[in-house]
């Protein structure tokens, strides 16, 4: 995982950055993951964005499902709703997709609490199949308005 000398002067944030990518490390995603796909590969993959990236666009990751495609990602561990509602408005304009978990679920997922990883897995997944239900309905609206979305 990560060294304890780093972990004391990260932000709380980082960590739980650091945390997610541990969990991805060690788990199965493929089976735990998987949305109807005709691809027998291992559907999903995780990258971090580079500082500048994260500062300027708020991008933590870039998740990619074979199902979806490539999402863009801000994990956050805020349960404040003000907070919250900033990040997805922000998440609206700029095409981000908003993963809140809480840092408590993220660091036994990581360590194989098979609960917490029962609920990263839920909201990773409820985070990809928002993106393709948001996808299909632009492909209808799309469709019936001729290629014209105003």
């Not at 998740?63 to 997805?88: C, E, Q």
């Not at 304009?93 to 990263?120: P, T």
Request: charged content about 25%.
């Amino acid at each position: 995982m990560f060294q304890d000398q780093d972990i004391a002067t990260m932000d709380v944030g980082h960590k739980a950055e650091l945390l997610l990518m541990d969990f991805f490390s060690k788990l199965d995603v493929a089976e735990v993951l998987t949305i109807k796909t005709d691809v027998h590969s291992k559907p999903v993959a995780i990258v971090k964005t580079t500082k500048e990236v994260d500062e300027n666009e708020g991008i933590d990751f870039y998740l990619y499902h074979v199902g979806v495609g490539w999402v863009n990602v801000d994990l956050t561990i805020s349960k404040m709703p003000d907070a919250l509602n900033r990040k997805f408005r922000k998440g609206q304009v700029h095409n981000v997709m908003i993963l809140q978990c809480s840092y408590q679920a993220l660091w036994n997922a990581a360590r194989g609490c098979e609960q917490d990883i029962w609920i990263i897995t839920q909201r990773i997944r409820e985070l990809f199949l928002e993106v393709k239900d948001n996808k299909n309905l632009k492909e209808i609206e799309n469709h019936s308005t001729g290629g014209y979305i105003d």
